[in-house]
């Protein structure tokens, strides 16, 4: 009769012991689904900014493109030689790199990097400020110098972009590499405006 006892305030003690561990396990599920409610909600905020950091200098660039628009000279100096690209091809490079500069800068901020280091967000506005006002002075305006002296002024806010953003993060720098090769590119392609 003991033996039955002792077995039987055994079974107690394990129903006890898998009750306790199911209400545990209850709580942790519980916790999971906040945790991963709390990660979505992080990750839809992460998104939407994200899209604002790209989309932002896009459609701003687009609204210069259109708005300020460009004149004819171009059209007839870039026929002169053959290794200037057609004005359409011009603008849309130019989108992409406000969209690999929106990129990086939207890296940048994830890090903490415009905390860390403002003259990086300077630098990266001074280089956003500077290429918009380079479609209207160079084609609007018709000064190659001019606009070949609003380039290299983008230029070096890249460059300065470009060492700022890689101290903070290495993708985000790298990012700008391909804008520093379109502004070494378009800086030729003043050179041949100015001449010509």
């Not at 039955?4 to 545990?24: C, F, H, L, P, V």
């Not at 896009?58 to 030689?81: C, I, M």
């Not at 849309?92 to 890296?107: D, P, Q, R």
Request: hydrophobic share 50%; net charge positive.
């Amino acid at each position: 009769m003991d033996s039955q006892d002792i077995r039987y305030r055994g079974g107690d003690d394990r129903d006890a012991a898998t009750t306790a561990m199911a209400e545990t396990e209850r709580k942790h599920a519980d916790d999971n689904k906040g945790k991963l409610h709390q990660k979505r909600a992080m990750a839809k905020r992460g998104l939407r900014s994200l899209t604002v950091a790209v989309a932002a200098p896009v459609l701003v660039t687009l609204f210069a493109t259109f708005f300020l628009g460009t004149s004819d000279g171009y059209g007839n100096r870039a026929r002169s030689s053959s290794w200037i690209p057609p004005l359409w091809l011009l603008h849309t490079t130019c989108l992409a790199s406000s969209c690999l500069m929106g990129l990086a800068a939207w890296l940048v901020w994830v890090d903490g990097g415009f905390h860390k280091k403002p003259n990086a967000l300077y630098l990266y506005l001074a280089q956003f400020l500077v290429c918009l006002l380079w479609d209207p002075v160079t084609f609007r305006l018709g000064s190659g110098i001019a606009g070949l002296a609003v380039w290299l002024g983008q230029s070096a806010a890249l460059f300065g972009c470009f060492k700022a953003f890689s101290e903070i993060s290495p993708v985000a720098g790298n990012l700008v590499k391909p804008c520093l090769a379109w502004a070494a590119f378009v800086a030729a392609v003043n050179v041949k405006l100015a001449i010509a």
